[in-house]
């Protein structure tokens, strides 16, 4: 089920708006043209697409042919250097699906994860939201073609502003989301984030791990420029202590996070994180 938030972000859940994701690039044969994406975040509602999104990701994330090609197992599990199945085997395994209760994925994602959420996650809830209207067109027709829709809800939303009320969900998971967001809204995505999981409830992270003096990866300077230039706040997440992070947006929020899992990949280049939240 597809929704679009056509109205500034509540605390009360939405209702669902269908034939909305065609009309986004109905005058350009590719998606989302650049100059529309530039007014519709000019528009300042709370579903304009963010500056970082348009300024620095619109060629992977808005244009059609791009989100075509990189939504292909093969070229996905390429861009992080074969690890694609590993991460979302572990992120699945970490979310404890037939306890997780009803879950929130922030922020959809290329490849199979989404299915395989879902597929996983069985009779429980899951709810996908995300800001560009093509993204969650894409998950549909991957959850519609393997039969997975029915109890899958996808929903128009800035990760920044979730439209939920507090403690709404029993477990929330990012894929490699936050690198990906500067740092004042990777701060707001996750503050969002403990704020909709209940206490007793988990968040699971999957994300680049921090940076190391001994991972080629970070050791080689040219390596570093080129991860900037094509990923350019992941530098700044390469540098933040995650888990100080989450304890700070656990105190804007009256929760804490105790971390219960750690799993590492590629030498630690990848991590997925499972942290349990708690009412202070």
Known sequence: MY???SEPAVPAIPAPLFNTVP???KNW???IPPRRVAMDTAAGDALALPDYL??????????RPAVWFFDHQPIINTIVFGQYRKLTENTVRLLHPSQAGSTLMIASAY??????AAKALGDNPLTVIDIAPIQLERA???????????????????AESLAYPGDHFDTAFMFLLLHELP???RRKALIEALRVV???GSLVLAEYGGFTKSHPFHRVPLLRWIFGKAEPFLPSLWHTDLDALLTECGEVTGKRVVCEDKVWMLGGFYRVWRYRVEQV
């Open 111 to 116: 490849g199979n994860v989404i299915t395989k």
């Open 140 to 158: 549909q027709v991957k959850l519609e073609k393997l039969g997975l829709d029915g109890n899958v809800t996808l929903t128009r939303m800035n």
């Open 183 to 185: 740092v004042p809204s």
């Open 198 to 200: 209940r206490p007793g």
């Open 3 to 5: 929704e679009d938030r």
């Open 54 to 63: 348009v300024k620095h990701y619109w060629w992977a994330y808005l244009w």
């Open 23 to 25: 009309q986004q690039g």
């Open 29 to 31: 044969p590719y998606g």
